[in-house]
T-cell receptor
């Protein structure tokens, strides 16, 4: 398996623009996580899905953030409108969804909002 | 509520020596899992080791071992025979049956000195 695939790897956008981050989890995994990593706040869990259903989105910072998982092989994280403080590395991770299985991370998307 | 605490923002260790990275946790769920991840400067998140709350023995994976003290709610990572390539950020994480998500601590930056 190719692992968790995220795109794009880097994104530079202007404040106010819409940004969409994409994630393809590992085939057969039924849990998917979106994280945001910054120097100030560390690694924050934004939202996680189980069997394509959002289970906990309490980490989503504002209504400007939304996430979808239309099927088992694809998820998006959208920011609209983007702001400079959204600049961070966004990770997607997937797992088998059981207590004793690790999550596998994608390479991350480095977002810069100018 | 779940909580993961890593109190050491930075640690130094001499090459070939052993080092312990601290992690304490808090959860009311009797079933939980504890994970350690490594993040080198290249940015990817690499799974290292897992410990389940009901595991009788401490987990080991090569040079990594987990010093699990359930009563003290600690899950310290021990790296033996440190190598220069061990220099990285190390994150402790927890998943519990009730939440089934994956929360991370703030991380410890380990620097191995030649």
């Amino acid at each position: 398996d190719a692992g968790v695939i995220q795109s794009p790897r880097h994104e530079v956008t202007e404040m106010g623009q819409e940004v969409t981050l994409r994630c393809k989890p590992i085939s057969g995994h039924n849990s998917l996580f979106w994280y945001r990593q910054t120097m100030m706040r560390g690694l924050e869990l934004l939202i996680y899905f189980n069997n394509n259903v959002p289970i906990d989105d309490s980490g989503m910072p504002e209504d400007r953030f939304s996430a979808k998982m239309p099927n088992a092989s694809f998820s998006t994280l959208k920011i609209q409108p983007s702001e400079p403080r959204d600049s961070a590395v966004y990770f997607c991770a997937s797992s088998l969804g059981t207590l004793n299985t690790e999550a596998f991370f994608g390479q991350g998307t480095r977002l810069t909002v100018v | 509520a779940q909580k993961i605490t890593q109190t050491q923002p930075g640690m130094f260790v001499q090459e070939k020596e052993a080092v312990t990275l601290d992690c304490t946790y808090d959860t009311s769920d009797p079933s939980y899992g504890l994970f350690w991840y490594k993040q080198p400067s290249s940015g990817e998140m690499i799974f290292l080791i897992y410990q389940g709350s009901y595991d009788q023995q401490n987990a080991t994976e090569g040079r990594y071992s987990l010093n699990f003290q359930k009563a003290r709610k600690s899950a310290n990572l021990v790296i033996s025979a440190s190598q220069l390539g061990d220099s990285a950020m190390y994150f402790c994480a927890m998943s519990s049956r009730g939440a089934n998500n994956l929360f991370f601590g703030t991380g410890t930056r380990l620097t191995v000195i030649p």
